[in-house]
């Protein structure tokens, strides 16, 4: 648990925008982990599992809400380790985003995972990943290009 608590805390923090959330959410997927190790298959990396778990969570509470919930923005800061890892106007965007989208976003940039590592967590084409990473980084860039203007 100590190996994987922080990706696991900061993914669920990227995705929904909040402390508390993040807390349930990443002790949510370790317990929904641990009950299912059985079917774990250990010849495989254990990261990306239970980033999907985590990930899926998140998006379901997010869902679930019926709304996108606001940015904190210390804990988004946060989330992007502890120098901050960027602005607030691009944390302001990258909450603006979509739960889909903005979990690409995590997946991509906060975690490291490739495109295909990303369509096996959230169980979708790969086109569906870059369809979805490219529109979100679009949105991104429109974002802060208003915000500079």
Known sequence: MELH????WRA???ITGRTAMAEDVAQDAFERAFAALGRFDERRPFA???HRIVVNRAL???RAERRL???DEAAALQAWGPDGGGDRDALTALAALSAERRAVVVLRHLLGYSPPEIAEILGVPVGTVNSRL?????ELRVALEVRDA
């Open 5 to 8: 608590w922080d990706g696991a």
């Open 12 to 14: 669920a923090l990227a």
């Open 48 to 50: 990306p599992w239970l």
């Open 60 to 62: 379901d509470l997010v």
């Open 69 to 71: 919930v606001g940015l």
């Open 134 to 138: 490219g529109r979100a980084l679009t």
